[in-house]
């Protein structure tokens, strides 16, 4: 049962570790790229405690949150701080932390516009690299985790990284949940036990997609099978509605806003239902790319000329349903 607290938790009981070795306490969009420690050039026992750590949780424990971005933290700009688990607040942790993301494994299966305008493999070297630190660098990290978050970066099924790490880490630690941040091509039956991934292993999946319809997806996904593949996610939503009766766990469906998708909010959120899904939406932002920004694409920006239909759109009664579920920033376009 979830235990509401009166300032966040994530300091105490999280991390996130990015391609660059850099380890951050949350979304590092949110904390203002607050970076606590470098795994390539200390060990984890001195990032998780360093100065920064022990700075960030003293100054969240006195309820002083300047280190963060209260426009772009859904959490804080929600008051949403919650924890599932017994965590003991102080400055300098003794234990593991609980909820570990890696979100550093770049490997993925499409080109999304999203992120990236070309797909991204891992070249040899650095595939074996990282092969290589699964047991005796990642799998320790894990021993007191309850939730592993994996992968923000790439794709966690696309990627070979990341499908034997989930694999390591299935087996190593029985009782450890997984979050599942994807783009819903291979999620399916057959990934899902290839990996001894059954339901009641799963916390959350988390799948962006960006569009309602596959003419929309094309535009968003660099693919000649975009049409292919959008048909092949929504098979794949139809799977995963059924096992989440097996065991029920949440289902979010993220969408991106840009200047090709905007007219189709409401229609997504008709997607996410059909599907028995949480949809969630979130502004076009540059630090998320691994390229240059197509400025023609932020129809969040107030200069844009297509900003006033986007308003329009945000007045639709669906919208307003699902306020909460969008970032911040656009929810002040939300009536």
């Excluded at 003794?94 to 493999?121: G, H, Q, S, T, W």
């Excluded at 996610?233 to 097996?246: G, H, P, T, V, Y």
Aim: proline share 6%.
């Amino acid at each position: 049962m979830r235990k509401l607290n009166n300032f966040c938790p994530n300091p105490f009981q999280c991390i996130e570790i990015h391609k660059t070795g850099a380890v951050y306490t949350c979304c590092p969009n949110w904390n203002k790229f607050y970076e606590i420690g470098n795994i390539f050039e200390h060990t984890f026992d001195e990032v998780w405690n360093s100065p920064a750590a022990v700075e960030f949780r003293t100054r969240i424990m006195n309820n002083d949150y300047s280190l963060c971005d209260g426009q772009t933290c859904f959490y804080l700009q929600n008051k949403m701080f919650y924890t599932d688990f017994e965590t003991n607040y102080k400055p300098v942790m003794e234990e593991y932390p609980l909820i570990i993301k890696f979100a550093y494994d770049f490997e993925c299966n499409i080109a999304c516009k999203i992120c990236r305008d070309k797909m991204y493999v891992s070249p040899e070297d650095k595939l074996n690299l990282l092969n290589s630190k699964i047991d005796s660098f990642f799998l320790p990290l894990l021993k007191s985790a309850k939730i592993l978050i994996i992968n923000a970066a790439g794709d966690p099924f696309g990627s070979r990284h990341s499908r034997l790490i989930i694999q390591k880490a299935a087996e190593t630690y029985p009782s450890l949940q997984f979050d599942f941040h994807t783009n819903g091509i291979n999620c399916n039956k057959q990934t899902l036990e290839n990996l001894n991934i059954t339901a009641d292993r799963i916390n959350q999946i988390k799948i962006s997609i960006h569009a309602a319809t596959a003419k929309t997806y094309s535009k968003i996904i660099n693919s000649p099978e975009s049409l292919k593949l959008f048909d092949r996610i929504l098979d794949n939503l139809a799977f995963l509605k059924e096992f989440r009766k097996i065991h029920p766990f949440p289902l979010f469906l993220n969408f991106v806003v840009t200047s090709e998708n905007y007219k189709e909010i409401p229609a997504f959120i008709d997607m996410a239902e059909k599907y028995n899904a949480d949809p969630h939406f979130w502004e076009f932002r540059q630090e998320n790319c691994a390229y240059p920004m197509e400025e023609n694409l932020y129809v969040c920006n107030d200069n844009h000329p297509l900003h006033n239909e986007l308003i329009k759109i945000m007045q639709n009664e669906k919208i307003k349903r699902y306020k909460e579920n969008f970032s911040p920033i656009l929810q002040k376009l939300i009536p």
